[in-house]
């Protein structure tokens, strides 16, 4: 019997990418904890490498190597030609979506959503089944960062690129992440604003721990929910980080209990054990709650057998 594909709510705590063509980090992979699976067919492909990392991508399918998670194929963008050749021979109704890189504007996407709806009715399977993760890797693609969350209502996030996007705008890495700081909060911004979800940059600096807890933390202030991970290694300490602590969600439970009180009272902001009560700080704990329970369902489906 075929797997059951996750339909609910898009979680992507940990993202992790892998070429498409190599067995040893397919399996590594799959092997992992990652929220969610790419098979990169792009990047991490050499050009000679194309056409077996689709076909190995299909027998990656066929295999016993996917479980229940999302799984997404980072596809190569419009302007190398490669992406009908991709999508005729890796579309397949096992996958959740594309990831689609390289994206400059609304347009793109556009163009992109009616090649996936024309592959979806191909393949008998619904319209919209497929869903995109837009990578966000140029300071054009940044600066049209909300009419791209907003192209098409297959976008489930967006992914933010820094190594490319800091070789177009001739930039490097600064201390504290300084030079990626602006478009990182961009990204984030137009995903909250279109009610999808903003994945962060990989930390470049591997093996660097500390480094990495500071990056997350800087990214969980600009709003974002997740991010690419480059190494296995790496997915524990992210995932922690990116699920609301038992102590965080306790006490969005206090403000919600604490925010009845506030409205019996007829009041609309008080303080009370410590913790200002107001309706920006209420929609915060519901927020907190909301995301809590769409983890504990994701996980809860993944792990069922």
Known sequence: MDKQIYQGEFVARTLLFTAGHNWHYLNKA??????????DLEDAVPESKKEEARSTIIEVLDSDLPDKRPVFVRINPMETGDTLKDL????????????????????????????????EKNLGIKNGHFKIIVLLETPESVLNAHEIARSSERVAGLLFGSEDFLAEIEGEHGPG??????????????????GI?????????????????VHIQQ??????????????KEIEIVKNSYT?????VEKAKDILDLSDQTNKADRGISVKK????????????????????KINAFEAFIKDE
């Open 244 to 248: 609301p602590a038992k102590e965080e």
């Open 30 to 39: 799959f092997a992992s904890d990652a929220d969610v699976i790419v098979l």
């Open 197 to 213: 979800v903003p994945i962060d940059t990989p930390y470049v600096n591997i093996g660097d721990t500390e480094g990495l807890k």
């Open 219 to 232: 990214a969980k202030e600009l709003g974002f929910e997740g991010m690419l991970v480059m190494t296995p």
């Open 177 to 194: 992440g300084r030079s990626i700081l602006a478009p990182r909060h961009m990204v984030a911004m137009a995903a909250r604003a279109a």
């Open 88 to 119: 005729d021979v890796v579309a397949d109704p096992r996958l959740y979506g594309f990831v689609y890189p390289k994206a400059y504007n609304a347009k793109d996407i556009e163009v992109f959503d009616a090649q996936l709806t024309m592959k």
């Open 274 to 293: 410590g913790m200002f009560i107001s309706p920006p700080t209420v929609s915060r704990a519901k927020k907190v709650l909301k995301r809590i329970e």
